[in-house]
């Protein structure tokens, strides 16, 4: 009978469907809720329409976070996206010690997270006892402006999720690259092709679809960023790199105002489907 | 067997239920982590006494150091202490959010009301006169001295007491001959945090400045940017760029940091708070006989100190029963305005509690006007001082002098310290910072913030 077969999986899916609802789902629609009314903590009070976000958006801190953000986002392009690729390539095409390098390459991504932040706040350090500072000392140059500068604090903070995250990121190149059918190779090999061939016109094409999805993986991710700016930096200097996720923090565990924390949170997501819907767009136009 | 473990606990069961009927339970927040021996001690004896007053109540030991992270979810669970600790920010905050319970009743039943502080009442309590916490001490922003670095930079009198500076001028003179002489930064400035606006009120008000104030028909206004603020600004500007004598990264330190940099000797001098003297001392090792307090340095306005108290409050879901033996319990501790045995007997486990610890024992600010409690107070400190009273001399006369103390700025204060910061920020990291500039910023942004807010 078929929806004796039926039963049962839902019967499997019902813990983790229950779960859903009860970690993801609900709390989602909690905050949109929340996020147009005014509350006491989590009791809501009354209706208010959209007064929370025309709140949140005519704050000061507001659109420098929202350009914190998108500076973020590219920066964490520039120096995170393509670097998995390569440190990937270089493992797969390495000939000897290829599990070291693996091991290697994963291990700051074993580092708690609290610990690599704090870690490279001591590294980028504008006093002379940082790290970057002790070793331009040797070297006879003056201590130097890091995380304290304005303008350079954001790509520092990437730099940091960069240690990180791109270890493990190019483990999944990897295995995209370890499951490209070896007949390819030995066929480019046969047709005379060096390195920079085999990895242009082999391994980058075959990566494509996997690193389409990664991009917007990150993309997500780093729009989400918090920790790293709450502890490097809270935020600074001067707002430098206070990022949205922050602002929502701020509500929620400052001002105990969880309404206009859910007010940003929404439109951060606002903001991340949109991204998503455009990327899908484009990328399905581009395969037809 | 099995059947008698049975019984035996359904029979446990019902008891635990039936007694918990009518029955009074005091939960505990403001009770010393386990680690904390002398302060637990202390405890245990305020607990005996307790018990002889209040037999029937049964006290939960439950210590919670406020965290604005835990502290929502509790509180919606409905697990928060019946009483607890927090910080002087919070009041207005969990008033607003119906996250504390009111104890008018309960404070005019005792005939406290009266005796309370009323510069530290009006911070308890809301719109209406509704009063939701009681004072555990009162605090006035004052200048920590290291005595051990003016030592070795050979700042001290013929009696050997520190040359503390009495004006902002002399504060940055002084700082230059320690920051010399010894390698020590000569003054910790904050700017990691709101902490860092919060003394910066202060240093403003002594250049001149009011930074928040009200017109007749009640609208407020931002004044960030006066000739006096920027004049303050231009000085702490000054104290990096000019005569560069602050911390190597003022925008990482933070007011636990602050007490680090002083208590250790990496730092001079520090914007700190009389209920803050176990910090530098017991927290970070300087000798008890090491630290100094004077009064902050008068600047061209005049010389106020910041003013305020830490609070008890009680759990919103309390009953009045709960929140009367919490009220009981402060009394045993000698934090209520009542002199009795107890409490005479609490005073002195205090003060025998901060010995141990290596606090000094020095006078509390008076959050309580019992005259009798303040007198015995005094009595208990003179006879188990560990300090030079000389040390504390400047700081006690300066918050006595009429017109001295200051509350903080009226109107959202920790928006006023957020946009201040930022500023501190900019004017610390950047030697081309232009302070009139980001003065006027910072007054546009806080005038937005109230127009949408207490303006609205």
Do not use: C
């Not at chain 2, 007997?345 to 008076?366: C, H, M, S, W, Y």
């Not at chain 2, 303040?374 to 188990?384: H, K, T």
């Not at chain 2, 930022?422 to 913030?449: F, G, R, S």
């Amino acid at each position: 009978m078929r929806w004796q077969r039926d039963l049962a999986s839902w019967a499997v899916m019902l813990p983790g469907l229950v779960l859903f609802a009860f970690f993801i789902w609900q709390p989602l629609l909690e905050a949109i809720r929340l996020s147009l009314y005014e509350a006491n903590g989590t009791r809501v009070v009354r209706f208010v329409g959209l007064d929370n976000y025309r709140f949140v958006l005519t704050q000061p801190d507001f659109w420098p976070a929202v350009g914190n953000t998108f500076l973020y986002l590219l920066w964490s392009l520039i120096i995170g996206f393509l670097l998995p690729i390569v440190m990937a390539i270089f493992i797969h095409e390495s000939t000897r010690g290829k599990s070291l390098y693996r091991t290697a390459v994963y291990l700051p991504n074993i580092v708690p997270s609290l610990a690599t932040v704090f870690l490279w706040r001591y590294i980028f350090k504008s006093d002379a006892y940082g790290g970057m500072n002790m070793l331009l000392g040797m070297l006879g140059v003056a201590p130097q402006n890091w995380l304290n500068d304005a303008g350079r604090v954001i790509p520092l903070i990437v730099v940091t999720m960069t240690w990180k995250g791109a270890g493990a990121t190019s483990l999944l190149y990897l295995a995209g690259l370890q499951g490209i059918s070896p007949e390819l190779y030995e066929a480019a090999v046969i047709d005379g092709a060096n390195v920079r061939q085999r990895i242009f016109h082999v391994a980058l094409p075959q990566l494509y679809n996997l690193a389409r999805t990664l991009l917007i993986l990150q993309v997500i991710a780093v729009f989400q960023i918090l920790y790293e700016p709450l502890v490097m930096t809270n935020g600074g200097p001067n707002n430098a790199s206070v990022s949205l996720m922050q602002l929502v923090f701020r509500y929620a565990f400052e001002k105990f105002d969880y309404s206009r924390a859910s007010a940003i949170s929404v439109l951060i997501s606002i903001v991340l489907i949109t991204l998503t819907l455009v990327y899908n767009k484009v990328n399905r136009e581009q395969d037809m | 067997m099995k059947k008698l473990v049975a019984v035996l606990l359904v029979i446990m069961l019902s008891l635990t239920a039936f007694s918990a009927l009518g029955e009074t339970v005091l939960k505990l927040g403001i009770y010393p982590e386990d680690v904390d021996t002398a302060a637990l001690e202390a405890h245990e004896f305020f607990l005996a006494e307790f018990a002889k007053a209040l037999p029937d109540v049964t006290v939960e030991k439950a210590h919670y150091k406020y965290a604005v992270d835990t502290f929502v979810a509790m509180a919606e669970a409905g697990t928060v202490p019946t009483i607890f600790e927090t910080w002087f920010t919070e009041p207005q905050k969990l008033i607003r959010g119906g996250f504390v319970a009111d104890i008018t009743d309960e404070l005019n039943e005792l005939g406290w009301t009266d005796k309370m502080n009323p510069t530290i009442r009006s911070l308890l309590s809301d719109a209406n006169g509704r009063i939701y916490g009681v004072p555990r001490d009162g605090y006035a922003l004052g200048l920590m001295i290291n005595a051990e670095v003016f030592e070795d930079a050979g700042l001290v009198d013929a009696d050997g007491l520190p040359l503390y500076p009495k004006t902002w001028d002399e504060l940055a003179q002084t700082a230059v001959k320690i920051k010399e002489a010894t390698g020590s930064a000569g003054l910790v400035l904050l700017a990691k945090d709101n902490a860092g606006g919060w003394h910066f009120s202060n240093i403003a008000w002594n250049f001149g400045a009011t930074l928040e104030s009200q017109d007749e028909t009640g609208k407020w206004h931002a004044n960030l940017n006066s000739p006096e603020a920027v004049a303050a600004m231009q000085y702490v500007k000054d104290l990096k760029w000019k005569y560069d004598v602050l911390t190597a990264d003022p925008t990482s330190e933070d007011w636990g940091t602050g007490f680090t940099q002083l208590g250790t000797g990496a730092a001079a001098m520090y914007i700190a708070a009389n209920d803050a003297v176990s910090q530098p001392t017991t927290n970070n090792g300087l000798p008890v006989d090491k630290l100094m307090m004077a009064g902050l340095p008068a600047g061209p306005g005049g010389q106020y100190s910041l003013f305020g108290g830490t609070p008890y409050m009680f759990a919103a879901n309390a009953t009045p029963e709960a929140i009367k033996a919490a009220l009981k319990y402060l009394e045993t501790m000698g934090k209520a305005p009542v002199l009795s045995d107890p409490a005479k007997a609490g005073l002195v486990a205090d003060a025998k509690a901060r010995q141990t610890n290596g606090t000094p024992v020095i006078n509390e600010f008076p959050s309580w006007t019992d005259a009798d409690l303040i007198a015995a107070r005094q009595a208990v400190v003179a006879e188990y001082s560990n300090v030079d009273t000389r040390m504390f001399q400047n700081y006690f006369d300066t918050v006595a002098k009429e017109g001295n103390l200051r509350m903080e700025e009226p109107v959202n204060a920790q928006d006023l310290y957020a946009e201040l910061t930022k500023v501190l920020q900019a004017v610390v990291t950047d030697q081309n910072a232009d302070v009139q500039a980001l003065m006027d910023t910072a007054n546009t942004n806080l005038q937005q913030i109230l127009d949408d807010t207490v303006n609205k």
